[in-house]
């Protein structure tokens, strides 16, 4: 496997990442700005900045086709960046929340975007034509705490929400005179807005951390704070799921997930390397790390034991001072997303995290 390209931007830590699709555009939230850095070779040069917001930016995403910027803020606003005479012309979106937005993501036809809040609502935006700005309709029935995380279905109708109250989510967020009528799935056939499709709690109730759909829509998967990750398989509107399937590592907790094939999921979080997972509704399995540089993800014997430490302490008089760690990343990862290829065969993924490194795997 050739070796990840790494970008190490600045030391400070990066809460999100987004390429665009020719990927010549990094976009990055780095405090309350988004820096836009441009493909020079092989490395990235700092082209321009997006400002506006008053507090921690906490979720970008660059919309593939179009080019637009939506990013979220703690200062409970969204905006929407449209290119315009060289330069990025905001939008302020009417969120109506009165807590942190916590995430933003593009829906894959561009016509909606959802924003994860602290205030227990998601909000889906969307373009109104007759007044010239963007307004929102907000999830709200079921949710009992902060959304932490978004993921839309490739139907653009259905969304996916992980949430700090231990449960993961599939909701309809289908908005008449925007959306078309999605085709029937194992998740439904009629959805007004609101419609609970699913909901899956995680065994111990922690924290979800990220969720995503698979690239055919008919599963859903979620990474918790108990350092486990979850499949389910719905069986159709009013059954209970075909399989729901438990994943327990002994790694730290994982902060974010990606499906790179209809049997293959990329996790990664607090313990700097991004790991694999495979499998199908028989079973899933932790195949292993992506990362070479590092001894084996799942059997690493934390490196200095206190045994070990006391030796040294007692041979050289002092403690190893070393700390470079083993891994690519220098601190915990964030943010996975797919590089190159296609959502059911990916080529490639970036990793963004504290240590304020972009990263490209290649799988």
């Known amino acids: 496997m050739a070796a990840p390209q790494v970008h190490h931007l600045f030391h400070h830590p990066i809460a999100d990442h987004s390429f665009s699709a020719d990927r010549k555009t ?31 930016i906490t979720g970008v995403d660059i919309a593939p086709n179009s080019g637009k ?3 979220c ?20 979106v009417l969120l109506r929340i009165n807590r942190a937005a916590t995430c933003v993501r593009w829906s894959p036809n561009e016509a909606k975007f959802a924003v994860g809040s602290g205030a227990r609502v998601a909000a889906v935006c969307y373009f109104e034509e007759e007044n010239d700005w963007w307004v929102s309709k907000h999830l709200k029935k079921p949710l009992r705490s902060t959304v932490t ?13 992980g949430s700090t109250d231990g449960h993961a989510r599939v909701l ?8 078309e009528r999605p085709a029937p799935s194992v998740w439904g056939e009629r959805l007004p ?28 998967a979620f990474v918790s704070h108990d350092s486990t990750m979850t ?19 002994q790694v730290l907790p994982f902060a974010d997930l990606l499906w790179i094939a209809e049997g293959e999921i990329v996790c990664a979080g607090y313990d700097c390397e991004p790991f694999r997972f495979s499998g199908s509704a028989s079973g899933w399995s932790l195949v292993g790390s992506l990362d070479s540089t590092s001894k084996s993800g799942a059997a690493n014997q934390r490196d200095e034991s206190a045994l070990n430490m006391f030796r040294q302490m007692d041979l050289r008089g002092k403690t190893i001072d070393d700390t470079q760690l083993k ?23 970036s990793t963004s995290g504290v240590d304020g490194r972009v990263v490209v795997w290649n799988l």
């Open 26 to 56: 990094l976009a990055v939230a780095r405090d309350n700005t988004v820096e836009l850095y441009s493909s020079n070779g092989s490395r990235f040069a700092l082209n321009d900045e997006l400002r506006g917001h008053d507090k921690l």
């Open 69 to 71: 910027i939506v990013t």
């Open 73 to 92: 803020s703690q200062d409970r606003n969204a905006y929407v960046w449209e290119p315009s005479n060289g330069s990025w012309r905001p939008t302020l």
């Open 149 to 161: 995380s978004v993921a839309w279905h490739p139907n653009s109708v259905l969304v996916a929400l």
């Open 172 to 179: 309809s967020a289908f908005i008449k005179g925007v959306d």
């Open 193 to 220: 807005f609101n419609t609970i499709c699913g909901e899956f709690l995680n065994q111990t109730a922690g924290w979800v951390k990220s969720v995503a759909f698979s690239p055919s829509g008919d599963a859903v």
């Open 231 to 249: 499949v389910a398989y719905p069986a159709g509107e009013g059954q209970p799921p075909h399989a729901v399937i438990n994943i327990s590592t």
């Open 327 to 349: 891994t690519v990343h220098q601190n915990s990862i964030s943010t996975v997303r797919a590089y190159a290829g296609s959502p059911d065969a990916v080529r490639q993924i």
